[in-house]
């Protein structure tokens, strides 16, 4: 490549989001390529149904729909993969490196499965791929892990990495809304896909927190490793009751790191009410990085929609533009250390516990005993009558620390016994400054 050549660009998808990386690429192209100090064009884009409106004005960008046209195409030097999914976004990805091309991607799920072979596939054709818009919208993460926080040994990640599911919370606690209302809201409001579960399982933020760990302690994850659980059981009530002791519920994602082991895991947790993580709401993404230099770091902005991801997709682009002629080298291969074993243990905790228990003599005197029998103390409790059923009252715990094996076995101890109803619903508190877990 001369450095005078305008660098052509093929789009691979040209939904929500490249729809906005295609209009901010055209609309704005003299000052993106004066701050690039490189000219380009996008010259084809690649779409699944060509004879579909999507109100944009593709002006003399040519239409295929036929991907082979792209990661094939000579002429192209930018591959910019907006299709999702493991395939064919794979293949088509991996066809692109070995046809010396570089590649921008917001492929979460793929970095966090197959990076290192796609990292390895761009390293030996000397071309970059990079993936910024793969975790947290907006916030530049990858590149602060990659590059501004290398001089730091990182020994823990704590985020709210998932725009959608903390909107879904946020909706709970603002508005009352049921969990199934505050689901239909966000995809309204466009920061929820029309199929939501990757992200109310959880598993979008696995493969994010993946990615982090990844940039952060070298290691390579199985995905089978993380722990994971989703928001798709949380109740109003345990946040309502949550809130009354003094804690909002959010969706966290969390790696750290003790010796040679990490361990990654996904699941809601309780956060004291003046805990950082806590003040994030709606479709805001924060991380909380913890590290031996600079002890911890606050990045916080919009992590859901289609202009924070397509914010994060056209800083790559831009990226490459700059770079194309440098020693390439945007992998990070160099931090793998082998010798990282992923720990899927779960680290001692407070728990919160919402038992349903008849309004009764000795109810609580049972529960008691029960978290007694496995060492477990009361740290702060609370009962609320129930106005529609009176017979019913939602207890309220917050334990002491306890494993959650113990955890387990008091909830199973407790449910269905004479004066609770039902099963026991558990959350872990979590509270890094103070019980250093």
Known sequence: MS???????????????????????????????????????????????????????????????????????????????????????KTLILKALKNKKHVVTANKALIASCGIELFEEAQKNNVFILYEASVAGAIPIIKLMSESFVASNINRIEGIINGTTNFVLSGMEERGLSLASAVSEAQDRGFAETDPSADISGSDAANKICILAYLAFGAVIDMSRIYCEGIEDI????????????????????ASRDGDNINLRVHPALLPEEHPLAKIDNEMNAILTYGELFEKILCSGPGAGSLPTASAVIADVLEVLRLQHACLDSTNLSLLDQSIKVDFCIPISQYYLRIMAHDQAGTLALITKILASEGISIEAI????????????????????????????????????????????????????????
């Open 235 to 254: 109740q109003l009530q345990d946040i309502i009751l949550a809130k009354q002791l003094g804690y909002k519920i959010k969706h966290l994602a969390i």
């Open 382 to 437: 609370i009962q609320r009558a129930e106005e529609s059923d009176s017979e019913h009252v939602p207890i309220a715990i917050v334990t002491s620390r306890s494993s959650k094996t113990g955890i387990d076995a008091v909830c199973e101890k407790l449910s269905n016994k004479d004066g609770i109803l039902g099963t026991v619903t558990k959350y872990r508190v979590e509270n890094y400054e103070k019980g250093k877990t």
């Open 3 to 89: 450095q005078n050549k305008q660098l052509k660009i093929g789009l691979l998808g040209a939904g929500t989001v490249g729809g906005g990386v295609f209009n901010t690429l055209t609309k704005d192209k003299e000052s993106l390529s004066r701050k690039a100090a490189s000219g380009y064009e996008i010259s084809i884009i690649c779409v699944k149904n060509l004879t579909k409106n999507r109100n944009i004005d593709f002006g003399e960008a040519r239409l295929t729909d036929d991907p082979l046209e792209i990661v094939d195409n000579n002429d192209i030097d930018i591959v910019i993969e907006l299709i999702g999914g493991m395939e064919p976004a």
